[in-house]
Nanobody, 113 residues
Framework: QVQLVESGGGLVQPGGSLRLSCAAS????????MAWYRQAPGRQRGLVAV???????TYEDSVKGRFTISRDNAKNTVYLQMNSLKPEDTAVYYC???????WGQGTQVTVSS
């Protein structure tokens, strides 16, 4: 069983940056893929980005060119670097072992002036 703990959320102005971290309780080196999802108020949780063990990444269209997902297997941590943030990026962001029911508790990101 894997436990995931997100951190790094907060309040940021439009155009600003944040880096989210997801620390896993165990080794992630053998996990095929890790993902970030987000859920805005009144909306369903949606996929933001995925990183596979090979290093291949995929992104939801609205974040392409602004967000970067990465993983540090030595630290058992996955990151989401978010640049050029927009108010519509406001949501609770969740870390996930892709295609499983292992979720973190979420971290709030609010983009507002």
């Amino acid at each position: 069983q894997v436990q995931l703990v997100e951190s790094g959320g907060g309040l940021v102005q439009p155009g600003g940056s944040l880096r989210l971290s997801c620390a896993a309780s165990g080794s992630i080196s053998s996990i095929n893929a890790m993902a970030w999802y987000r859920q805005a108020p009144g909306r369903q949780r949606g996929l933001v980005a995925v990183i596979f063990r090979s290093g291949t990444t995929t992104y939801e269209d609205s974040v392409k060119g602004r967000f970067t997902i990465s993983r540090d297997n030595a630290k058992n941590t996955v990151y989401l670097q978010m640049n050029s943030l927009k108010p519509e990026d406001t949501a609770v962001y969740y870390c996930n072992v892709y295609s499983t029911t292992y979720w973190g508790q979420g971290t709030q990101v609010t983009v507002s002036s």
